[in-house]
């Protein structure tokens, strides 16, 4: 068998978070939390955004599929609340790589 290369087992968890990361939209949606203390509920989010909630529905999903934001509810809201220390950690990880 071939030489295992240290850390491929790691690329399919980046290119999840990169793929997500792809969409302006997303990235929106992620400094949107970001400028409201990190969390907000479904309905504020969709608001901000220049399309439909179906639309934000299924970006809010790819986000989270991604692991980079988190839901929960209070009341009968969905509170999406950004995972900043897990995007923070996985991209110095990636750039990290790189370094000398």
Known sequence: MGEQIPGLADLDRLDTVFAALSHR??????VTLLA???SQVSGKIAVRMDHSWQTTSRHLRVLEEAGLISVGLQGRER?????ADYMTALLTDWTARFED
């Open 36 to 38: 409201h203390g990190g």
């Open 25 to 30: 939209t997303r990235r929106a949606i992620l």
């Open 79 to 83: 509170v999406y609340t950004l995972n």
